[in-house]
């Protein structure tokens, strides 16, 4: 690969064999089927057709005739909608076959892919029916959640446990007869789901459905295909791509926009991938020694910065987004990818559509041979779009401590000095003079350019839940004083300036117990078994005063335009922090002449706290256990007490 991968980079290569069209993979019509693939190394590409996805029963090969720019192409004549076929590549000599990395449908496993007539998937209304609204990307609130966790416990009432069409189930119900899957995100208050990897994996095997398995899904096989184990018909390639699309158009329905977690930074296999089979070498980053590199952790990193690996990113995100009605995309590792490729993917995606959010993990997993200086890092991020987002580490271990330590605690739970990094988080990682930057933990400076460009949060499918977290770092702790460190947490995300994200069933304290007598929790659950992975659906009637104040805190943050601020110079101009009586407590003011004034004080000490606030007569909307749009009391005399390990939110 070694003797390629120099020669990929020059100037000769990439004139020669940049190819710009649209129509790579199979593009079908009902009276021919073309295929395109592009294999500018190869001296001779074939397509095998099969009729089935994993039988030997293939019953044609055709060479195919090189084309332009690194393109081979060939025409097949009738309707060929629902055959499967793969490419036999030949590079120096020696041929492998490959599925088309374009592949739109694929058969079991994703052994071959399949020619389709994609417009025959789509459900009745698909295309004719409005996205929810969205305004500003601030206005999104984003709830992060595994396909399989959503219904596989017996507690959800849902029938199609583990599969896409649960989130079409509607009436389903809990033991205790309180809302469960679709009904209750439309109940909850969220604005997206944010879908851990739905797209073809490599991890279930499909063909085993009726055994317990279980991934989270970043091993990527295809690209441009749903995953078939969501599916009640993998062997199919039609089946789960009608179920996908009836999956989101249900979601959207309900008012909720959809977005998809996507892991173009590494594939699952490396020298044995489909992308290497076709072009050895070229898709991925090597060292000088010729192995491939790691940046992922996952053995390989993909190379964004080439212009084929660049397009075919590109053409992916649009062909979800053109075909299937994505409204968002979370990138994995987005630090792998180069800033050049995201800008690329934000301008690309405003020409469809400008509301649809993008945002990623702005770090590695590993050291990468792409300069820091070219990488879409957090860091780096203000050189980046202002469409593209990152998630604030900051906020997250400043909230509760690192996640790479269980009983390291963070500001809820009682570490002292944290006021700074949650000022940080509260004014969205970007320049404000209230600030004592080098107090912020992991950063010493604003990185981001305005508020549109972080992701607030407290927990994600990575590391340990909240709860297991709080359980682990305040093992002293009474289950109401870490209730109240749940609360407080969640008042925190919901009022910083940027975007809020959560875990699924964080709202009703979720738990992955390993031992619960040992107090052992699973932090890297990615193949653990439904058991721990499950949305426990019995804790939304257990744990209802927390699911109530989660709702209660979304209803006031859309109420309050003040909390959804796009730019930092009017953050700068209606926010400012209040001085306040003790240490671990953080307040603050957003004014604004016409829109009123709102005043937040965060209260992490264990005991009541006295504080003074600008005069006036204000109305109180969260306080201790409530959160919500109707007022609570009214407060005229200039102070507040603020409840132990507690947020209060007023308004004038």
Known sequence: MLQYYNYFSTREFIEANSYDGNDLGATWEKEQTRLRIWAPTASRVSVNLYKSGDQDDCFQTLEMTRDIKGTWVTVLYGDYNGIYYTYVVTVDGESKEAVDPYAKAVGVNGRRGMIIDLSSTDPEGFRSEPLPELVSSTDAIIYELHIRDFSSDESSGMLNKGKYMAFTETGTINPHGEATGLDYLRQLGITHVHLLPAFDYKTVDETRLNEPQFNWGYDPQHFNVPEGSYSTDPYHGEVRIKEFKQMVQALHRNGIRVIMDMVYNHTYESVESDFNRIVPGYYYRLTQEGYFSNASGCGNETASERYMMRKFIID????????????????????????????????????IDPTIIVYGEGWTGGLSPLPDWERALKVNICHMDTGIAVFSDNLRDGIKGSVFSAQERGFVNGKPGMEDTIKFGVVAATQ????????????????????????????????????DKLTLSCPEAS????IKMNLLSAAIVFTCQGIPFFQAGEEFLRSKPINVEEMKFDENSYRSPDSVNSLKWDLVTENRMIVDYYKGMMEFRKAH???????TQELQEKLS????????IV???????NEGELCVIYNANRHNARMSIPEGEWKVYVKDSHAGTEIIETITDGAVIIEAISAMILAK
């Open 479 to 482: 289950r109401e004083d870490r």
């Open 316 to 351: 992916s995100l649009i062909h979800w987004v053109k075909e299937y009605r994505i409204d968002g995309f979370r990138f994995d590792l987005m630090g792998i990818h180069d800033i050049e490729t995201m800008n690329q993917i934000r301008y690309e995606l405003n020409k």
């Open 587 to 593: 307040a603050f003011v957003i004014r604004d002449l």
């Open 561 to 567: 335009r003040l909390l959804r601020l796009t730019t």
């Open 432 to 467: 404000h003079a209230g600030i004592d930057y080098w107090k912020v933990n992991y950063s010493n400076a604003p990185w981001a350019a305005e508020p549109t460009q972080v992701i607030n949060y407290a927990s994600a499918h990575d590391n340990l839940t909240l709860w």
């Open 577 to 584: 922090f209040l001085e306040t009586p003790e240490a671990n």
